[in-house]
């Protein structure tokens, strides 16, 4: 299991939200072929086809607990990232 995987685990469950690693976070919406901007703290992922726009910024060196709630939310809604198996 890849250490993306791993995070997207992580994401997906939901066992501890406030406890996902800001940069692990950013690298997973980057590997979901999000794209970024950074304009100060904040980092913005779009993605064609995805309404909603992802806006996260760091607590410290973790993510915010409600944004990695809606990354969940919209990776489940769109089944981004999802394996044919």
Same mark, same amino acid.
């Given at each position: 299991?890849?250490?993306?995987?791993?995070?997207?685990?992580? !994401?997906?469950?939901?066992?501890?939200?406030?406890? !996902?690693?800001?940069?692990?976070?950013?690298?997973?919406?980057?590997?979901?072929?999000?794209?970024?901007?950074?304009?100060?703290?904040?980092?913005?992922?779009?993605?064609?086809?995805?309404?909603?726009?992802?806006?996260?910024?760091?607590?410290?060196?973790?993510?915010?607990?409600?944004? !990695?709630?809606?990354?969940?939310?919209?990776?489940?809604?769109?089944?981004?990232?999802?394996?044919?198996?």
């Amino acid at each position: 299991m890849s250490k993306t995987d791993k995070i997207r685990e992580k !994401v997906l469950f939901g066992y501890s939200d406030a406890n !996902v690693d800001f940069d692990d976070l950013r690298k997973l919406l980057v590997e979901l072929n999000f794209a970024e901007r950074i304009k100060g703290s904040h980092h913005i992922f779009t993605q064609n086809g995805i309404e909603e726009i992802i806006n996260i910024q760091p607590k410290q060196s973790k993510a915010k607990a409600y944004q !990695v709630k809606q990354v969940r939310n919209i990776i489940l809604r769109y089944r981004l990232g999802a394996s044919d198996e």
